[in-house]
C-alpha cells in the first residue's frame, strides 16, 4: 500500500510568482486536507477537498486554491507569493471527510519565497 | 478563533527521565488527537482520546482528556532518545462552526532526549 506522496519535496520562488504543488493521496482514501506549517508552528488547515469539491476552508485568502483529480489526488495553488507564504506545506489523505478519520500526512513540499 | 496552546515549547531531558507535555484551549473540543512529527516529515498520529477524563497508555506514552474536553496531557516514562520529535495535539469537532471538518493543531513541544 503506498502511502501518501508530495512533489516536489523543496521549490523555491520569489514573490508574485505561482506555484503549484502536487498530493498522491493513499490508496483508498477519498478525502485530501492541505496545512500550512510556518517554521516553529504546528501546522494550520487550509482547506479540505471531497471528492473534487471543496470541502472546507480555513482563515486563508483566495489566492489559496485546490483542486482533486477523479482518482484523488490533488494540487494545492497559490497565485501572488508573499515572503509569508515560505512554509512547509503538508496534505494529508483520509478515508472521509471528518476530523475524527485518522489523517495520514504526506512528507510535504518546503517553499521558500525570496 | 479555537486556539490550543502547548507548553513547554522546548523541552531537553536526559534519558531514563520522565516528562509532562501540556494541551490547553478555551474551547471544548470532541476529541483530542497526539501526534509526532520528525523531520523533513509528516506528523504521524500516537493517539485520539474521544471521552472527558479518558487515559490511554501506549507502551511508556499516557495520554489524558481533561474531564472538560478542554485540555490533554502526553506523559513519557523512561524517555529513550528514539523519542525526540515535535510533539503536536490537534483538537477535532470543535465548537465553531466548519470545524467539524478540520483539526486544530497546537504549536508543538520540540522534546530532545539526550543519551
Known amino acids: 500500500e503506498t502511502g501518501v506522496t508530495q512533489s516536489p519535496t523543496h521549490l523555491i520562488k520569489t514573490r508574485g510568482q505561482q506555484v503549484t504543488l502536487r498530493c498522491s493521496s493513499q490508496?483508498?482514501?477519498?478525502?485530501v486536507s492541505w496545512y500550512q506549517q510556518a517554521l516553529g508552528q504546528g501546522p494550520q488547515f487550509i482547506f479540505q477537498?471531497?471528492?473534487?469539491?471543496?470541502?472546507g476552508r480555513g482563515n486563508f485568502p483566495p489566492r489559496f486554491s485546490g483542486l482533486q483529480f477523479p482518482n484523488y489526488s490533488s494540487e494545492l495553488n497559490v497565485n501572488a507569493l508573499e515572503l509569508d507564504d515560505s512554509a512547509l506545506y503538508l496534505c494529508?489523505?483520509?478515508?472521509?471527510?471528518?476530523?475524527?478519520?485518522?489523517?495520514?500526512f504526506g512528507p510535504g513540499t518546503r517553499l521558500t519565497v525570496l | 478563533t479555537q486556539l490550543l496552546e502547548q507548553s513547554p515549547q522546548f523541552l531537553s531531558i536526559q534519558e531514563g527521565e520522565n516528562l509532562t507535555v501540556y494541551c490547553n484551549s478555551s474551547?471544548?473540543?470532541?476529541?483530542l488527537q497526539w501526534y509526532r512529527q520528525e523531520p523533513g516529515e509528516g506528523p504521524v498520529l500516537l493517539v485520539t482520546?474521544?471521552?472527558?477524563?479518558e487515559v490511554k497508555k501506549l507502551k511508556r506514552l499516557t495520554f489524558q482528556f481533561g474531564d472538560a474536553r478542554k485540555d490533554s496531557s502526553l506523559h513519557i516514562t523512561a524517555a529513550q532518545p528514539g523519542d525526540t520529535g515535535l510533539y503536536l495535539c490537534?483538537?477535532?469537532?470543535?465548537?465553531?462552526?466548519?470545524?467539524?471538518?478540520?483539526?486544530?493543531f497546537g504549536s508543538g513541544t520540540q522534546l530532545t532526549v539526550l543519551p
Open positions: 490537534a483538537g477535532a469537532g470543535g465548537i465553531s462552526s466548519g470545524s467539524a471538518r478540520q483539526l486544530t
Open positions: 494529508a489523505s483520509s478515508p472521509g471527510t471528518s476530523a475524527y478519520n485518522e489523517q495520514f
Open positions: 482520546v474521544v471521552t472527558g477524563g
Open positions: 477537498y471531497y471528492r473534487e469539491e471543496e470541502n
Open positions: 490508496s483508498g482514501h477519498n478525502t
Open positions: 474551547s471544548v473540543f470532541s476529541s
